[in-house]
């Protein structure tokens, strides 16, 4: 098996795949240090995994429930990347006596000590091994969220060291980490590399903690990666990010005092007297005056687009209603009579036979 420096050597520089190796067995010691002060003992790595994939190898393995843990990796350079860290929930409820009747209980429990226990271990990271950063290199964990990796998955675009193992506490816990090219190359890139070489360069190398995972890529992994170009004499950086300078902080400002809002106190009202009944018009009589449009509707039929372009001077077209029944009264639109058509000097007029009342009309359009 291939050793995790050789192989990162093969995407990054020589110095930052040492870095890398280095920094990878430094944060496993200090996670199982902050694991060992809660748990009680430091946890062991079984069944350790690592390969190079592309996000689209890797989307069918979180069907079942989960919960991601966002690793937000910031610098003072402002580069950002963002690794996940991904567990199963039930096994994860099993492991920190978390489990519950109810399956939503037992997840926002589970949430709440496992966010606990991972912030420490965060916490130790930045103390013990992110501290040397001349960048400012710092990690920080998000809410533990439900179920979202699938997303997260589909919206990345770039390759991932995908690392798993068994970590044993007490009760087996299968623990997956995602950790994009980005997030890989701005840990080398902001470490010290001097350090981290020398470390790598020690006698028999440096020596991982008991139960430290370590992870191996294959030729194959690489080749089906397609990462690697093998006509080039030299590996070439891929993941190498541009380097921004730091911004210029702004002069302090000075701290203006904080207003002091004003003391409140309950509104108070006075009673409304009783007003006497109004004296003038009706409410009706106030709309008597408003014009309102009246319209007769004689029938009505249906026409393809065909029989109107067809239309002409003497075409016929026969309506729905039988000839002598009442003719529909309408205003603004509305139903309100029927009536007989009559002729008024010389004028078309239309004689009040019914009036449709608002219940009437009501049990018309539902017969």
Do not use: C
Request: proline share 10%; glycine share 8%.
């Amino acid at each position: 098996m291939t050793a995790p420096h050789e192989v990162l050597a093969q995407l990054l520089s020589a110095a930052q795949a040492d870095s890398l190796d280095a920094s990878g067995k430094r944060a496993w010691a200090a996670a199982s240090g902050a694991l060992r002060t809660i748990l009680g003992n430091a946890p062991t790595a079984l069944g350790v995994d690592g390969r190079l994939v592309m996000p689209d190898e890797i989307a069918g393995e979180f069907a079942a429930p989960h919960l991601v843990a966002p690793l937000e990796l910031s610098t003072s350079h402002d580069q950002t990347a963002t690794a996940y860290l991904v567990i199963p929930t039930s096994e994860t409820a099993a492991a920190l006596n978390s489990e519950a009747e109810d399956a939503s209980d037992q997840e926002q429990q589970t949430i709440v000590v496992a966010s606990t226990m991972l912030g420490q271990v965060v916490q130790s990271l930045n103390l013990q091994v992110f501290s040397a950063s001349p960048s400012g290199l710092v990690v920080a964990i998000d809410d533990l969220v439900a179920n979202t990796m699938p997303a997260l998955i589909e919206a990345m675009d770039e390759p991932a060291l995908y690392l798993t193992f068994v970590a044993d506490l007490g009760k087996p816990l299968p623990v997956a980490l995602v950790l994009p090219g980005t997030f890989l190359d701005i840990v080398a890139g902001a470490l010290p590399l001097e350090a981290a070489a020398a470390e790598a360069s020690g006698a028999g190398g440096p020596q991982p903690a008991a139960g430290a995972p370590s992870f191996s890529l294959t030729a194959d992994d690489l080749d089906m990666a397609k990462l690697v170009e093998e006509e080039e004499p030299e590996p070439t950086p891929i993941f190498a990010m541009p380097r921004q300078q730091p911004p210029v902080p702004p002069p302090p400002q000075p701290r203006r005092p904080e207003p002091v809002p004003p003391p409140a106190q309950r509104a108070r009202f006075a009673p409304i007297p009783d007003q006497p009944a109004p004296v003038g018009q009706a409410g009706i009589d106030l709309l008597a005056g408003l014009q309102m449009n009246v319209s007769v509707e004689l029938g009505r039929t249906e026409l393809t687009v065909a029989d109107i372009l067809g239309l002409g001077p003497g075409s016929v077209i026969e309506l729905d209603r039988i000839a002598g029944e009442p003719v529909d009264i309408l205003v603004n639109d509305r139903l309100i009579a029927r009536g007989e058509v009559v002729v008024v000097d010389e004028n078309f007029g239309v004689r009040v036979v019914e009036v449709i009342r608002r219940q009437a009309e009501q049990e018309e359009a539902i017969g």
